[in-house]
């Protein structure tokens, strides 16, 4: 549910917000949304991120294994690349890397969503039988949840979906706000009941609805939310799932037992991120509380810090793990994305687990991954001064996978943390201190998507900081210098890093593919995804470099990179 560019100014994005053309969080294009691509601009397309040939994409919704197949549903316009036309479309695949397409499963038909078919979740029910529940647009242009199921179980593709004529399963009643209502969570059973989350706002406090059934059909809604949170506007695609204290594995939604925590997060319709909590929920009260470990609203925790939004998780039996889709939207115009007839992708699927420290989780791509992996270039035990940056060669630049290790003698050169930094966001601090600003210990990293002469880099980096009690250290993906084109959103996008330096050592794994660089720094407590347009560094005149820019030496002790190859990414099946 989500189609607004990321906007560099607040002020402006209220503005929108409060525009006649906004459906919900839709920033809508008349002249544009029925414009079929004739032409397809592949200068930019990615290698091995998930897209369809053509045309505009959004939310990924109820993501399921089934039967050894996963499935994707998403939103997309099959008439355009701009938001507008939504449907499910459909994809299928037997590793999350190689994609076949389907004929699209849901799209508007019935008066409980003749309107819109918006985003939603997958539940598997005993029998081994899977439901979607969706958000639906009625003709009075209410927000209302409804469900499908698949016409024919023994099709292993579940080509087709129905949508019962008893829907709609949820009707907001007086008190919920109905334009302001929508994306319904997997649900999970519990005490003789199942029970599912829909995103919501009163004023402007987020809220997550509780609905309770004992048989998938009649919903009641709960006396009070799952959960809510003041100041925080509308919560769109919560998501809510159990985390082991203890180990990597994941766990089906409706596990409730001891030695877990929960993880409740929520996409911010007004600021374009995620943030999300762990921490207990109480059975008993049917209630969600944080623990006090970080933030609940804005400055909270996010499962990235750069372009990433209307996230979904799911329970992976066949790997016992929980997997994690989000979606990128573009940084470029609108123009752009109608001239180029393509516009969004999906991030890597990330297997996603709790940290050993219990308060925040951890990320990872998913292995299968690796398989795309081709020859292994190998850089060790070399020195970085002050000032240089060393290319390593040997690959394709514009679409790669980097995993490296920097390590330093010292933390005495670290700078002075200004305290005043605890109060805003990572970002600012990225934009006062950039790659190209010297300091102590960092800038140290990659320079990805470069061109030969630094005309044009998109530098991903650490900087550490010496606060009163401890090292502050800060990962950083600053666009501002990935391109010479103009008209893009070029932001510094960064995140704080929770990680002890005991070791005097810290990780960077960089996924680059042509527009996307998405990194996971120290392994994987800290993730960014930036999205980036280079007009000299493209195809085969793209170069990969490491640099420091600190006055203490930086040593890289190990650094692994494979160019990657294209897997099938959304040919028509093959039945």
């Known amino acids: 549910m989500a189609a607004l560019k990321f906007l560099a100014a607040f002020s402006f994005l209220l503005v929108l917000c409060n525009n006649?053309?906004?459906?919900?969080?839709?920033?809508?294009?008349?002249?544009y949304q029925n414009l079929q691509a004739v032409k397809v601009n592949q200068v930019h397309?990615?290698?091995?991120?998930?897209?369809?040939?053509?045309?505009?994409?959004?939310?990924?919704?109820?993501?399921?294994?089934?039967?050894?197949?996963y499935h994707l549903f998403y939103q997309y316009n099959p008439k355009g690349a701009v938001w507008g036309n939504i449907v499910w479309a459909h994809s299928v695949s037997k590793d999350l890397i190689n994609w076949e397409a389907l004929d699209r499963a849901i799209y508007p038909s019935?008066?409980?969503?003749?309107?819109?078919?918006?985003?939603?979740?997958?539940?598997?029910?005993?029998?081994?039988?899977?439901?979607?529940?969706?958000?639906?647009?009625?003709?009075?242009?209410?927000?209302?949840?409804?469900?499908?199921?698949?016409?024919?179980?023994?099709?292993?593709?579940?080509?087709?979906?129905?949508?019962?004529?008893?829907?709609?399963?949820?009707?907001p009643d007086k008190s919920v706000n109905a334009s302001a209502f929508r994306d319904p969570t997997t649900a999970w059973w519990v005490d003789g009941h199942w029970r599912t989350l829909i995103g919501s706002r009163r004023k402007h406090r987020g809220i997550a609805y509780l609905y309770r059934s004992k048989d998938f059909k009649r919903w009641v809604k709960a006396k009070h939310p799952l959960h809510s949170a003041a100041k925080t506007g509308m919560w769109e695609c919560p998501d809510f799932f159990p985390v082991s204290l203890s180990g990597q594995n994941g766990l089906d939604t409706s596990v409730v037992e001891e030695n877990i925590k929960h993880v409740f997060k929520v996409s911010l319709d007004r600021?374009?991120?995620?943030?999300?909590?762990?921490?207990?929920?109480?059975?008993?009260?049917?209630?969600?509380?944080?623990?006090?470990t970080s933030v609940d609203g804005w400055a909270g925790l996010r499962f990235d810090y750069g372009n990433f939004y209307a996230s979904k998780t799911f329970f992976d039996p066949s790997k016992n793990r929980r997997i994690l889709w989000g979606w990128a939207n573009e940084s470029d115009s609108v123009k752009d994305d109608k001239e180029k007839g393509w516009a969004g992708i999906q991030a890597i699927p990330r297997k996603i687990w709790l940290d050993a420290n219990g308060k925040q989780v951890l990320q990872w791509p998913v292995e299968e991954l690796e398989t795309l992996r081709g020859p292994k270039v190998q850089l060790g035990n070399q020195k970085l001064q002050k000032g240089e940056h060393i290319e390593v060669k040997g690959i394709t630049a514009a679409q790669a996978d980097v995993d490296v290790t920097f390590s330093f003698p010292s933390l005495d050169k670290a700078?002075?943390?200004?305290?005043?930094?605890?109060?805003?966001?990572?970002?600012?601090?990225?934009?006062?201190?950039?790659?190209?600003?010297?300091?102590?210990?960092?800038?140290?990293?990659?320079?990805?998507?470069?061109?030969?002469?630094?005309?044009?880099?998109?530098?991903?980096?650490?900087?550490?900081?010496?606060?009163?009690?401890?090292?502050?250290?800060?990962?950083?993906?600053?666009?501002?210098?990935?391109?010479?084109?103009?008209?893009?959103?070029?932001?510094?996008?960064?995140?704080?890093?929770?990680?002890?330096?005991?070791?005097k050592k810290l990780s960077l794994?960089?996924?680059?593919?042509?527009?996307?660089?998405?990194?996971?720094?120290?392994?994987?407590?800290?993730?960014?995804?930036?999205?980036?347009?280079?007009?000299?560094?493209v195809f085969g005149?793209?170069?990969?470099?490491?640099?420091?820019?600190?006055?203490?030496t930086i040593k890289v002790e190990n650094l692994n990179a494979w160019s990657?190859?294209?897997p099938l990414m959304n040919a028509p099946i093959r039945i």
């Open 20 to 31: 006649g053309g906004v459906l919900g969080s839709h920033k809508v294009y008349t002249q």
């Open 45 to 69: 397309r990615t290698g091995f991120h998930f897209q369809p040939p053509k045309h505009w994409i959004n939310d990924p919704n109820g993501p399921m294994y089934y039967n050894g197949i």
């Open 110 to 171: 019935k008066w409980f969503d003749i309107n819109g078919c918006w985003s939603g979740s997958a539940t598997i029910l005993p029998g081994n039988k899977p439901v979607i529940l969706y958000t639906g647009i009625d003709p009075k242009q209410r927000q209302i949840q409804n469900y499908a199921v698949p016409k024919n179980l023994s099709d292993p593709y579940l080509r087709e979906w129905v949508k019962p004529d008893d829907n709609p399963l949820v009707d």
């Open 271 to 292: 600021t374009r991120y995620e943030y999300y909590t762990v921490g207990t929920y109480d059975l008993k009260k049917d209630r969600y509380i944080p623990d006090n």
């Open 415 to 503: 700078e002075r943390f200004d305290p005043k930094w605890a109060n805003i966001d990572a970002l600012d601090v990225c934009a006062q201190k950039g790659s190209k600003v010297q300091g102590g210990l960092g800038p140290f990293g990659l320079l990805t998507l470069a061109s030969e002469k630094l005309e044009e880099f998109t530098p991903v980096f650490f900087r550490i900081f010496k606060a009163q009690t401890k090292h502050v250290v800060l990962l950083c993906s600053d666009a501002r210098s990935s391109s010479l084109g103009s008209g893009l959103y070029k932001p510094p996008f960064a995140g704080w890093v929770d990680v002890h330096l005991t070791k």
């Open 509 to 537: 794994r960089s996924l680059i593919d042509n527009s996307v660089v998405e990194s996971f720094g120290a392994e994987g407590k800290t993730v960014i995804l930036s999205r980036v347009y280079p007009t000299l560094a």
């Open 541 to 552: 005149k793209a170069h990969l470099f490491v640099f420091n820019n600190g006055s203490e």
């Open 564 to 566: 990657m190859k294209k």
